[in-house]
């Protein structure tokens, strides 16, 4: 007897023998796994372009040349400047205008510059934290959905152990094995989505770092400029 | 354009999410199968204690008999009347003989008689003048005959006893010694199916007592149920009845002796039960 229920203990079975809560814990989880795996491939891809993006462009700033011409490259390329250099369009851009209207202070010039590069540094920022939010709620709450349904399986298998009467390991094992299953996918949706999370927060803070960094030295360079 | 690039970058991510869950799912299924051998071997781990369970009580057949005989229960009352049945025939069967030789040693007593009083009338007749010496001599010869006939008769009755006590304790000691044996096998094999049933009960549910039950349990050559144990005699307890009745299914196949002869005990077999005793 014990064999056959033991032979049957194939994932599958498992969770077809779960009851409907489980099924749907598990639905879940499955789902918010797979989001949670592709916000991650994204954020990987994303974070690595603007690291090599403001690489590239501090190469470009760096190497001394005409502020203009670095941002008529930028602008007159069909790509719309991403990352610092966005960063750097809009604060030249707003230079730009007040010099040609030529009748503003420096400081109102400046003033007007950081605020179009703070603009452009916030969105930037926001675009790097797109779905980060989502990992961190997955990564923290996600256990919690695993083991709901665990508690729910395991309810439902001593809830059948109450009416056999007869403590044997064979009657309860299947239910909490497949309430088990619950908990192993929500760690394995929730284990990632931390990592990821806290990575992608690191490289976040560390790129923001960057930019605010640039944005000072931009200004001083403008300020020259004037 | 950000767009579009975000596009063709989630394709990848989802194509890479979805083959990450893929191999998760199929690390999960090599690992699930190979814990599908896993149970085989417990089984045989199982089959091993019980190989185990009956080398130890192989060693033990002689006491065990005795245990049988010290637990008043039905079958071994059943198993001990075709004993008693056996006993009496052959006693039934001396006494005939006796009667038959004694009937016999009588018919030889009598022409015995005849031919010495035939004898007697002869000297009698012939030997009338000697008087003294013939009567002293018949005395004598009569005498000798009387004592020869004593010592037929002893003879004879020793041999009789003699026989008659070698055929009994022969005739008893066959049949009491196969029926003991397999008294002794069934005893042994009922003993085997209590302890193993014994294994299977939850004592928790019997209470502290120690409850009585039966169940006639019809069985199959295999050891197999032919169908659902029948409770004759509960033990007050329904939650103990149903333990025990779930004990007895769950420890099939039963053990049953390999002589097949004996099956016919273990056919319908009215098994008692005592969930709390210890031995």
Known sequence: ?226 | MRHKRENTDSFKAGMLSIGVHAVLLIALLISFNWKTTHPINIAEVELWDSLLNTAVQKPLPTPEPVVVKEEPKPLPKVEEKPKEEVKQEPKVDIALEKKKKALELKKEDDKVKAEQALAQKKKLLALQEETRQDDLRDKEKLLKESKAKAQKDALQALQQSISADEKTSSNQQAIGAKSAANAGVIGEFQNKIRTKIRGNVNKSLCGDGNPELKFDIGLLPTGQLSGSPKLIKSSGNSACDEAVERAIMASEPLPLPSDSSLFSQFRNLKLTFRPNDGS
């Open chain 1, 1 to 226: 007897m014990s064999v056959g229920v033991t032979d049957d203990m194939s994932i599958f079975s498992l969770v077809a023998g779960a009851s409907l809560p489980v099924q749907f814990v598990l639905a879940v989880l499955i789902i918010t796994s797979l989001f949670s795996w592709w916000y991650i491939f994204i954020k990987v891809a994303a974070i690595k372009r603007a690291e090599t993006n403001a690489d590239d462009f501090e190469n470009a700033f760096w190497t001394g040349g005409d502020l203009n011409k670095l941002f008529e490259g930028l602008t007159a390329g069909r790509r719309k400047p991403q990352g610092m250099a966005s960063i750097f369009e809009a604060g030249f851009k707003e230079y730009a205008r007040h010099k040609q209207q030529g009748r503003s202070e420096i400081s109102d010039v400046m003033e007007g510059s950081r605020r179009a590069m703070r603009a452009a540094y916030n969105r930037e920022l926001d675009d790097l934290d797109a779905h980060l939010p989502f990992l961190a709620s997955v990564g923290s709450v996600s256990p919690y959905i695993g083991l709901f349904g665990t508690v729910w399986g395991i309810m439902n298998a001593f809830r059948g152990l109450s009416n056999v009467a007869q403590a044997t390991l064979s009657q309860v094992a299947p239910g909490i094995a497949e309430a088990l299953v619950a908990t192993a996918i929500g760690l394995f949706a929730a284990i990632p989505a931390v990592i990821a999370y806290n990575r992608f927060a690191s490289s976040v803070d560390r790129l923001s770092v960057r930019y605010e960094s640039f944005m000072e030295e931009f200004t001083n360079i403008l300020q020259r400029k004037s």
